[in-house]
């Protein structure tokens, strides 16, 4: 395997295998994948003088990915976000799934496919080297119909990664995939907090949530709010204002932005993070009528990351694209049914500055 391209074998204390890709290109990104849960573990990106920092949460062992709670930097499926009484409807009958979140479904259920071990399908040491990773969840995995096929693709070109998951079943079924990367751009997560951090999503509107943070169905204007992001705010800036119902249910933002009423053919920008103390910018690309803003708002300290810091909450904050949560159960926004010969198609870039 060319430089670009390196692969390490890790042994799990269950005696699996973890293999982990690492891309470099000549940019100074750097960014390693892990077999467990198609995860994106460390992503090295330079800041204003140059200097390379990890700008991700996530573990240095690997057998912590095994409980992952907090979904560092995993793909989630086969349907990520929450599904409500962890049940649904399609073509007229009813599927149970895993419950893991209350009564409620979260990231694809118990096991979901943050926990399962990938196949690498292919890796591509050209001048855009490409990990291709590959997932079989068979017909009723954590509840959900039909056989899915899946492929996550992470691919380096100068400094943009791109990830897209694409999905064909046998059956019809329901599919969400996503990326839970937690972003502190700062490159010092466990040190520092992302409250700092000026966002930006070109949405109007955002879901509102209940109290156990499933839709209420409404569609709300983001005017006037605390959720309006139209143009560069900082995380923090109005994260405490009790006045706002939706942020005390949510702990802070655990929100999904409304960005169009269906997936598009090309990703366009759904958001832009920048780090006034590095200098480093992330603009997000994708193809996604939803974009999942959570503050890290239950990190409180019991996760040990990467070199023995501790993660409290606002240490990162993962911008999630999807369709909007419990589609399956809301015909009104939109719908998350997949046939067979149709291929699931989510596509992701992560453009990386610093000025
Ligand atoms: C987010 C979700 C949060 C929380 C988190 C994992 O995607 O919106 O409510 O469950 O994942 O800790």
Redesign the pocket.
């Known amino acids: 395997m060319k430089h670009n391209a390196r692969q390490r074998c890790h042994r799990l204390t269950d005696g699996r295998s973890v293999h982990a890709i690492t891309l470099t290109s000549d940019t100074g990104l750097e960014v390693t994948i892990s077999t467990l849960g198609a995860t994106l573990q460390s992503l090295l990106a330079p800041d204003r003088h140059g200097a390379s920092s990890d700008v991700v949460l996530g573990y240095d062992d690997f057998n912590d990915y095994l409980k992952n709670?907090?979904?560092f930097g995993a793909t989630l499926g086969r349907y990520a976000?929450r599904i409500g009484e962890g049940r649904f409807f399609l073509d007229g009958r009813e599927y149970r799934l895993s419950t893991n979140?209350g009564r409620h479904t979260?990231?694809g259920g118990a096991i979901g496919f943050s926990r399962k071990l990938w196949d690498i399908h292919d890796v591509d040491t050209g001048d855009a080297p490409t990990v291709v990773m590959a997932l079989s969840s068979e017909d009723g995995d954590d509840g959900f119909p039909g056989t899915l096929a899946v492929r996550a693709a992470f691919e380096l070109r100068g400094s943009q990664l791109a990830i897209r998951y694409t999905a064909e079943c046998d059956a019809p079924t329901i599919v969400c995939l996503s990326n839970?990367t937690y972003f502190n751009l700062n490159g010092l997560a466990g040190s520092t907090d992302i409250l700092g951090h000026e966002l930006t999503i070109p949405a109007d509107s955002y879901v509102p949530i209940d109290v156990n943070?499933i839709p209420t169905g409404e569609i709300r204007a983001v005017v006037d709010t605390p959720f309006d992001f139209r143009t560069p705010t900082a995380v923090g800036m109005r994260i405490r204002d009790a006045r706002e119902t939706q942020l005390v249910r949510g702990r802070g933002y655990?929100h999904c932005w409304c960005l169009g009423s269906s997936p598009t053919d090309e990703p366009r920008l759904v958001a832009r993070l920048r780090d006034p103390a590095s200098g480093r910018t992330l603009e997000m690309l994708s193809n996604q009528p939803g974009l999942?803003f959570?503050s890290g708002n239950?990190l409180d300290g019991t996760s040990v990351g990467k070199q023995q810091r501790m993660y409290r909450q606002s240490d990162g904050l993962?911008l999630?694209p999807q369709l909007l949560p419990d589609t399956p159960n809301r015909p009104t926004f939109g719908t998350a049914r997949l046939a067979p010969g149709a291929v699931y198609n989510n596509h992701i870039i992560y453009r990386f500055s610093a000025q």
């Open positions: 709670d907090a979904y976000n979140d979260l990231h839970h943070s655990d999942q959570y239950f993962s999630e």
